[in-house]
């Protein structure tokens, strides 16, 4: 708009038009130069100040720390931030504005995670004080209701995988897998047979977290490569299966998307060696309502409530995770369980064959408190329709992705896939030398961005996309408009994609840091200890 | 700061062979049948891509190069080959040209034969010049060529800046006989070893803050065979009370009155991972040779080193136990009869097909994209009794199981 001077017209109608938005957004984040929050701050700065306590209290209490051991009374008091609570508050959101949160993008860029929408009014039955303010001690006659949560929680997941228990105390999705490995651990001791059966089995393509639970409970784990068709391959299966088979602990569909349909019979083939099988359901979201674990004869499950049912994500709020075992798993169960006697919920810990408690007390309650409420305001047909969407976004987002130059599918040439896509960058790589990861981070010039976690590397060149039933055909028309732009400039500006992202707060991260133990820093202390070079006042 | 120092060698007849279905380009004969077929040299295009991304990414370098066909038709010409036609011996006669001239890195277009003269030619030289492979040849067995001429670049631009800790290794220079090919016998062997500039970008990309790097692997794998070489029951060829089935010939072997070893025995093939596994048992040993071991709990010493086909015979027919681990070489994955024959049929009825130990990290059996393990150890029974779905023990308490053929 020109500057207007006294003597022209009024403003017109065309002059208070909104200027038009182009096709693509160009977004552009914010950038603050925020200090870490141990560096902000005043020494006696204060977010609260706590009242002292009436003299009767002190003389009634005493002193508390005197019931303390030596060992664990701090000499000093601990190096904390201190600062105002607006302070606190400014600092955080200035974080969020320096982020991509699954609330303000087209989030289908991560593959495998199932980012979801997790609706807003499940955070207000998660905050209520009914929730929100119990002890995980308080008697079980004063949380009836929270109880009752729990358990309905528990007949939901028992009908929707078709098995006949579940616990819900593992934190989230590998803890629920740990879980399944721990049973499987007790189930072969209980029969004498723990020493044989050392090997658990799973596939290139599962859900990784299969591997690391069975290696961290002590098995040895053999891997299945994926066949021509990247199915599992079967062949494998039956050279690996026998005597010292644990468990089988696979995914269905794997992280390619591709649903294995001789699953039944991987099941016999390990049934018949004498192990159990373990169905992970961290790709569950596209077959809720269709295919259940018990029905292809698995003996345990899991699933992951922060991706299949909708609440939060571990990296932005707690996950939770669910396992769900047959009756002659079921006593292997954490403890305590919650039982209904007609009248009255409880917690029950005498289970003497019980792996434990995996997590203190029962579980993550609040996320607990959302799948509950997403999974009943959806109903059995809801939950159907949840999944049937969500393969018809995959597969929608497939053929609009698949018409840009330089990608392809990988495996079973042609054929549909279910919740999410493997796909391969090969060819845009071959001519134009700018890498997937390169092309994810050039999206986030546009307000999306897609990551490249693709363990193992058999796929190159990676691209996982799972839209999930949250996006519309808009959000998914916007976001393969990017990518299409995004590998548009790979063949014609491969210098814009190869040196963006551009309209970020940080350009570029050196990951190298992140691969050594010398320079990795997850906390201030040893960021001080290990980059700064400075010991911390109080660390003794 | 002095600038970088790029040395370039193009062999004009690379990849002449392959397009018109040749199998090959070695030697002047094919070269002319190539051409008369209507080949048309396109090593120097490649080589040419390569340096265009190079150039792309912002690295500063002086290029030195040979004239006419054997260069790019840029930078400063140190060497010139005589004649229109060149050779072996041009290719050899530039390398050492271009060393003399000190350059830092010498890229090459060509294929397992340029790789093969590229090696020769410094051979003579004590410094391990980091050295680059632009692919243009027909067999390119060989583990020293980026994937393809851009990656070429790319991989030149990050050793040029010297950011990203860009590594150097020790990659196989493969060759085979062309000739024998031609009658429809592979016969690829292992040459030798070329220092390359290596930036895992295709199979080994990083999972977001994960650390899923080689050496942690193969330290694993070297502490997995140390434990399962303790675990092993007797040899069946050194076993007191003969057997009355596997090993009847070997008995040879267990020579009457000699001193029994007291540790289980390891055989190593050729190879980096076989090498570094070694190094992770507490020994250095040949890259190329095969080299036996004998182990204490998890370190080890070098009984033989490059030890040949006879010796090793003997040596399992004499130790308590004995394994033998093998790693795929080259990009083809040939386990058994390509660069280690030392490890022959006699030897693997010795010590029994089941003590074979198949070892390969998890990114190099990802490289092969699906492709089988391959053998052709030189007896179709000693091939047919390793080939199905093996475990390839890849980690700590980790196996694929990997399909292998004959």
């Not at chain 1, 790979?490 to 991260?509: C, F, G, K, N, Q």
């Not at chain 2, 370039?8 to 040749?22: D, I, T």
């Not at chain 2, 434990?227 to 009457?256: H, N, V």
Request: aromatic share 6%.
């Amino acid at each position: 708009m020109s500057a207007r001077t006294g003597s022209e017209a009024e403003p017109t109608r065309e002059d208070a038009r909104i200027a038009e938005k182009p096709a693509l957004r160009r977004f552009h984040q914010a950038r603050w130069d925020e200090k870490l929050i141990f560096e902000l701050g005043t020494p006696g700065e204060r977010g609260v100040t706590v009242p002292a306590p009436e003299p009767e209290v002190v003389a009634a209490v005493g002193d508390p720390a005197a019931a303390l051991p030596d060992a664990l009374r701090r000499t000093a008091p601990p190096a904390l931030p201190e600062l105002g609570q607006q302070q606190v508050l400014r600092h955080y959101l200035r974080l969020s504005q320096q982020n991509l949160g699954a609330d303000l993008n087209v989030d289908v860029g991560q593959g495998t995670c199932t980012m979801k929408y997790a609706p807003k009014v499940n955070d207000c039955f998660a905050r209520d004080p009914r929730v929100a303010e119990v002890h995980p001690l308080q008697d079980a006659s004063t949380v009836q209701g929270l109880l009752e949560t729990v358990y309905r929680l528990e007949g939901l997941l028992k009908e929707i995988a078709g098995m006949d228990r579940v616990s819900l105390q593992p934190a989230a999705g590998s803890s629920a897998i740990w879980t399944n490995v721990a049973m499987i651990r007790a189930y072969f001791a209980a029969r004498g047979e723990s020493e044989q059966r050392d090997e658990i089995i799973t596939s290139s393509f599962s859900h990784p977290s299969n591997a690391a639970c069975a290696k961290t409970a002590g098995y040895r784990v053999v891997t299945l490569p994926p066949d021509a068709d990247g199915y599992p391959d079967i062949e494998a299966l039956r050279a690996a299966a026998g005597p010292r088979t644990a468990a089988l602990l696979i995914t269905n569909p794997e992280d390619t998307g591709i649903y294995n349909p001789r699953i039944e019979e991987f099941v016999r083939l390990v049934h018949e060696a004498g192990g159990l099988c373990a169905y992970d359901q961290a790709n569950a979201n596209g077959i809720l309502g269709i295919t259940r674990a018990r029905e292809a004869g698995f003996d345990l499950c899991h699933f992951n409530l922060h991706k299949t049912f909708s609440t939060p994500h571990g990296c932005g709020g707690p996950g939770a995770g669910a396992c769900g075992v047959t009756e002659e798993l079921a006593p292997y169960l954490p403890r305590p369980t919650v039982e209904f006697d007609g009248e009255r919920y409880r917690l029950e810990s005498d289970r003497p064959q019980s792996v434990g408690s995996v997590r203190p007390f029962h579980g993550v309650v609040p996320n607990l408190v959302r799948a509950y409420a997403w999974i009943m305001s959806l109903g059995a047909e809801g939950l159907r329709e949840a999944a049937e969407i969500a393969v018809l976004n995959n597969n929608y987002l497939l053929a609009k992705v698949r018409e840009i130059q330089g990608v392809s599918v990988p495996y079973a040439e042609g054929r549909p896939r279910v919740e999410q896509v493997r796909y391969s960058w090969e060819k845009l790589h071959e001519d134009t030398g700018v890498h997937s990861e390169e092309l994810g981070l050039r999206a986030a010039d546009f307000g999306t961005h897609y990551w490249t976690s693709h363990h193992p590397y058999v796929v190159p060149e990676p691209m996982t996309l799972e839209p999930t039933e949250s996006y519309s055909r808009a959000d998914l028309d916007e976001y393969a408009a990017i990518l299409a732009e995004v590998a548009r400039e790979a063949y014609e500006e491969p210098e814009v994609v190869r040196t963006a992202p551009h309209r970020s707060t940080v350009h570029r991260a050196k990951e190298e840091t992140l691969d050594s133990a010398a320079t990795w820093a997850v906390t201030w202390r040893a960021y001080r200890r290990k980059i700064l070079g400075v010991e911390t006042a109080g660390d003794a | 700061m002095t600038r970088f120092r790029l040395g370039l060698v193009v062999n004009p007849v690379a990849g002449l062979g392959g397009r018109v279905g040749l199998k090959g380009s070695d030697g002047s004969h094919v070269q002319e049948r190539a051409r008369a077929l209507g080949a048309v040299p396109h090593a120097a295009d490649r080589a040419r891509t390569a340096l265009g991304e190079l150039r792309s990414r912002g690295a500063e370098f002086e290029l030195l190069t040979a004239g006419g066909p054997m260069g790019p038709g840029t930078g400063r010409v140190v060497f010139a080959p005589e004649g229109s036609t060149t050779s072996a011996t041009d290719t050899a006669a530039a390398v050492r040209a271009l060393r003399e001239h000190g350059i830092d890195l010498l890229l090459f277009a060509g294929g397992d034969g340029t790789a093969r003269d590229v090696h020769d030619a410094l051979a003579d030289s004590s410094a391990d010049l980091p050295v680059l492979g632009v692919p243009t040849g027909v067999k390119m067995h060989s583990a020293v060529f980026a994937v393809h001429p851009r990656a070429a670049g790319e991989v030149v631009a990050a050793y040029v800046r010297g950011a990203g800790g860009v590594r150097l290794r020790r990659a196989e220079v493969m060759d085979r006989d062309e000739a024998a090919l031609r009658e429809g016998r592979v016969t690829a062997r292992l040459h030798g070893w070329l220092t390359v500039p290596y930036v895992p970008a295709r199979v080994q990309q990083r999972k977001t803050g994960g650390t899923v790097t080689d050496p942690e692997s193969v330290a694993g794998i070297a502490a997995e065979l140390a434990e399962r070489a303790a675990a092993l029951s007797p040899t069946p060829s050194s076993t007191p009370t003969p057997t009355p089935t596997a090993g009847g010939e070997a008995e040879a072997g267990g020579r009457p009155g000699a001193p029994l070893p007291e540790h289980p025995l390891l055989i190593l093939g050729p190879g980096t991972t076989t090498r570094a596994l070694a190094a992770a048992l507490g020994v250095d040993v040949t890259p190329t040779g095969v080299n036996a071991l004998s182990l204490q709990g998890s370190s080890a010493t070098v009984v033989a080193p490059d030890a040949t086909a006879d010796e090793l015979l003997a040596l399992a027919g004499t130790a308590p136990t004995a394994l033998i681990a093998v790693s795929p070489i080259g990009g083809q994955g040939f386990l058994l009869g390509r660069g280690n024959q030392q490890i022959g049929p006699e030897l693997i009825r010795a010590v029994g097909a089941e003590r074979i130990v198949v070892v390969c990290t998890e990114s190099k059996l990802a490289a092969l994209r699906g492709r089988p393990l391959l053998l052709d150890s030189g007896d179709d029974t000693v091939d047919a009794a390793l080939a199905g779905y093996r475990p390839v023990l890849t980690g700590r308490r980790t196996t694929t199981m990997y399909r292998i053929a004959t």
